[in-house]
């Protein structure tokens, strides 16, 4: 046997939850969340089918994630604060559903790869562009990690916006109007459309990775109500021309 030299390329779905068992449990913890929660969903029709796709959202609650994948119909692999990936028992189980490990406040190399690999094996990947909760809950200025992903892995964007999870329980440190409230309306995430990066800037060069990241965010802010889109209120509309 002779070998090329070429490094080996492994399946970062290999060994993960997907296919019937994904489906099966899924489904009562979509049921659970409906109950516990309120959550709502909408645009489901807008997920690509088995495909690599690179899904950015906000974020506002430490639960965001397991809010996304639970309302997500495909595997959602998402980046995951490498502390989490080290606590026995919960990184075993953040690892099985496709999780893996980011370093946090510093530039993640072997991160932004594993996610460039898991999108060109037909998996969904989950990123929140700002890189932590936001404390105001509007929008936070994001950084250029989510528009490197979406350059290399080229692959479709799909934009999700997640509203009323700041109310819930066990979110740590806040300010008190976002406390959590009787009077609490649920969660909901609203999936918009798939949509693809141009291949030049604003001043017509090739798109950079902070570029990418604004078109990115303000896509995201397209789909929230204004009081949640922060700065990205007025940023200009949308790559697809929206206002």
């Known amino acids: 046997m002779t070998s090329t030299g070429a490094p080996v390329v492994t399946d970062p779905g290999r060994g993960t939850v997907r296919g019937v068992w994904f489906r099966r449990l899924r489904m009562p913890l979509l049921l659970l969340a409906k109950l516990l929660v309120g959550l709502r969903i909408e645009g489901l029709a807008h997920v690509p089918g088995d495909t690599g796709v690179l899904v950015v959202a906000n974020h506002l609650h430490n639960a965001d994630p397991l809010l996304m994948s639970i309302a997500f119909p495909r595997p959602l692999h998402f980046m995951a ?6 606590i026995p028992v919960l990184g075993w189980l953040l690892t099985k559903f496709g ?8 530039s993640d190399r072997k991160a932004i790869r594993h996610a460039i690999n ?31 992903v979406a350059l290399q892995g080229k692959r479709q964007i799909l934009p999700m916006a997640i509203t009323g999870s700041e109310r819930l329980p066990l979110n740590g440190k806040r300010p008190a109007h976002l406390m959590p409230t009787r ?3 649920g969660v909901r995430i609203r999936i918009g459309t798939p949509f693809a990066l141009p291949e030049t800037g604003p001043e017509g060069k090739r798109l950079t990775p902070a570029e990418a990241t604004q078109m990115i965010m303000r896509e995201i802010a397209e789909l929230l109500p204004e009081e949640y889109r922060g700065i990205y209120t007025k940023s200009g509309s949308s790559i697809r021309g929206k206002s």
Not at 81 to 86: G, Q, V
Not at 129 to 135: A, K, N, W
């Open 81 to 86: 604060k490498e502390e989490l990936i080290r």
């Open 99 to 106: 999780n893996f490990p980011i370093a946090r406040g510093k």
């Open 118 to 148: 898991a999108l060109e094996h037909d998996i969904a990947v989950g990123m929140f562009p700002e890189g932590t909760r936001s404390q105001s809950m509007g929008l936070s200025q994001a950084h250029a990690g989510a528009g490197l």
């Open 183 to 185: 009077g609490h309306k």
